[in-house]
């Protein structure tokens, strides 16, 4: 036990000196371990040196997380390393930095005015999840939904919140256009839970759809107020990108991982727009008279 004390010591992100401030409070609390002492006289310098070296590590802002998966609970256990994290095409999601999709598909999503004057789009969700003892992971999203195609009887999904109702929406899967019929399954979900070994195949499409005939009346005289329609603003790719960003404000998507021991933890998506040119974000081989500029979704964690 005591060296698991000095290796988690070890192991903190201190300074030099702040390491070494604590090393020593400690050897303090082990050479006073058998003290000579009267009876009925108490002994209190252990415990302020013990307090002392939390101290220091919590004003160091340390991972306390660390010091338990090394020493162990209070009954000896090691403590369990549960974690997650979101990527894109093996990129992490972090609350600062941007992560693009390098799939040309992805880069090429869709919008469209209806008769009506509303809109419909659809645009790839690439997010996987990488970490530690996950058992199953749920998405969820308030604004819109997710359009899962796949082929039948082979869907990743093992449980969720469908869609009362299907979406009059562009489609996107993975099935071989030149056939005459489509074969594969399509299901629209508010939330759907995967289990964290099979997240994904290379047969199944994962979109995240929305048409303003599920909109609020508020939020559609909004999108009207945004000006002329998507068709006119292909020429505009900063107007294009007032609209994109619109669509994909406030949609509340999350991710929420259940471990081996029954635990939970969340992380929110944030999607936003960037103009960037293709060859910046794909890895596919872009022919340089196809290498434009285009509004392209990125993701990061809130």
């Not at 919590?58 to 990527?87: E, Q």
């Not at 998405?139 to 469908?162: H, L, Q, R, T």
């Amino acid at each position: 036990m005591e060296n698991n004390y000095k290796n988690a010591l070890n192991k903190i992100k201190l300074s030099e000196s702040e390491k070494d401030k604590a090393k020593a409070l400690f050897y303090e609390v082990k050479d006073e371990r058998k003290p000579k002492r009267k009876v009925g006289q108490r002994l209190f310098k252990p415990v302020v040196a013990i307090a002392a070296s939390v101290a220091i590590i919590l004003t160091a802002n340390t991972v306390i997380p660390m010091l338990k998966n090394s020493v162990g609970d209070t009954f000896g256990n090691i403590v369990s390393d549960n974690y997650f994290s979101l990527t894109v095409c093996a990129k992490e999601l972090t609350k600062t930095g941007k992560v693009f999709s390098d799939k040309y598909q992805s880069a090429s999503d869709i919008a469209w005015d209806t008769e009506d004057g509303g809109v419909v789009f659809a645009f790839d969700f690439p997010i996987e999840c990488k970490g530690k003892n996950i058992d199953t992971i749920t998405y969820k999203i308030k604004e819109g939904a997710f359009m899962i195609s796949n082929p039948k009887g082979e869907s990743v999904v093992i449980d969720g919140e469908k869609m009362k109702h299907n979406l009059i929406l562009p489609e996107h899967s993975k099935e071989d256009l030149r056939k005459d019929i489509f074969t594969y399954e399509l299901d629209y979900y508010k939330s759907f839970t995967v289990k964290y070994n099979n997240q994904l195949s290379d047969e199944t499409c994962i979109d995240v759809v929305g048409t303003s005939d599920i909109w609020s009346k508020e939020k559609l005289s909004q999108y009207k107020k945004l000006g002329s329609s998507i068709y006119s603003m292909r020429g505009s790719l900063k107007k294009e990108k007032e609209v994109w960003d619109f669509l994909t404000k406030d949609q509340g998507i999350s991710c929420t991982v259940t471990y081996k021991d029954g635990s939970t933890e969340t992380k929110n998506i944030v999607i936003s727009n960037e103009i960037v040119r293709l060859s910046e974000v794909c890895n596919d081989n872009i022919p340089k008279e196809k290498d434009c500029e285009t509004v392209a979704r990125c993701f990061q964690i809130q």
